[in-house]
């Protein structure tokens, strides 16, 4: 009887050791290496003359596709003393999980090869949210002025997906829109220099 009841507690602490991670820690993990992949950057908002400018860099990336939809950045201050806030309004374009697209309709329309920062990274449930942000101007509507330019990609992950915190697999469906460079260094201009480290 004692050797069974040892077989069993020894059985039971292999077992913790060698189980996998529970759903809850590998959501975590899957945040932490989204986090770490698409470093969020910062954005001028307060001074007119800068506004919309990248002040601290994160993770740059550059959009894989063609057509992409987004809406102008602009701020808003609710009076005189108010602070400026950025008005988060982003043209929303979905990719599901068998790869099809479903995609908001925007005044802009972003081509291959645009630069963007991310602002927001997220996983919220079982989709992954990047709010994005051109790294400078892009074409306005029609006779306009070039535009800072505002999108929240969204990506649908499988449960099994989320529950294994298989962040390589996310990663890879997100590079297929959002090409990602290791090698990248870029710094804010006009500032102190704020580096993305290589």
Same mark, same amino acid.
């Given at each position: 009887?004692?050797?069974?009841?040892?077989? #069993?507690? !020894?059985?039971?602490?292999?077992?913790?050791?060698?189980?996998?991670?529970?759903?809850?820690?590998?959501?975590?993990?899957?945040?932490?290496?989204?986090? /770490? /992949?698409?470093?969020?950057?910062?954005?001028?908002?307060?001074? =007119?003359? /800068? /506004?919309?400018?990248?002040?601290?860099?994160?993770? *740059?990336?550059?959009?894989?596709?063609?057509? !992409? =939809?987004?809406?102008?950045?602009?701020?808003?201050?609710?009076? =005189?003393?108010?602070? !400026?806030?950025? %008005?988060?309004?982003?043209?929303?374009?979905? %990719?599901?999980?068998?790869?099809?697209?479903?995609?908001?309709?925007?005044?802009? +329309?972003?081509?291959?090869? +645009?630069?963007?920062?991310?602002?927001?990274?997220? &996983?919220?449930? *079982?989709?992954?949210?990047? *709010? +994005?942000?051109?790294?400078?101007?892009?074409?306005?509507? =029609?006779?306009?002025?070039?535009?800072?330019?505002?999108?929240?990609?969204?990506?649908?992950?499988?449960?099994?997906?989320?529950?294994?915190?298989?962040?390589?697999?996310?990663?890879?469906?997100?590079?297929?829109? &959002?090409?990602?460079?290791?090698?990248?260094?870029?710094?804010?201009?006009?500032?102190?220099?704020?580096? #993305?480290?290589?």
């Amino acid at each position: 009887m004692k050797t069974v009841v040892i077989g #069993l507690l !020894v059985g039971s602490v292999l077992g913790a050791w060698t189980s996998p991670m529970s759903g809850a820690d590998a959501q975590d993990s899957l945040r932490d290496a989204l986090y /770490r /992949r698409f470093q969020p950057s910062r954005i001028e908002v307060a001074n =007119p003359a /800068r /506004r919309g400018m990248v002040t601290r860099y994160g993770q *740059l990336l550059v959009l894989s596709v063609e057509g !992409v =939809p987004a809406k102008p950045f602009h701020v808003m201050q609710a009076n =005189p003393k108010a602070p !400026v806030s950025h %008005v988060m309004d982003f043209a929303r374009i979905e %990719v599901k999980a068998d790869g099809s697209i479903q995609a908001e309709l925007g005044p802009l +329309t972003l081509t291959k090869g +645009t630069s963007l920062v991310v602002l927001e990274v997220a &996983l919220k449930g *079982l989709r992954v949210h990047l *709010l +994005t942000h051109t790294a400078s101007p892009v074409a306005g509507p =029609p006779g306009g002025a070039r535009v800072y330019g505002c999108t929240e990609f969204v990506f649908d992950v499988e449960p099994d997906v989320v529950s294994a915190g298989r962040a390589d697999l996310v990663i890879e469906r997100i590079e297929r829109w &959002l090409a990602w460079t290791s090698g990248q260094r870029v710094c804010a201009p006009g500032i102190d220099p704020l580096c #993305l480290e290589p």
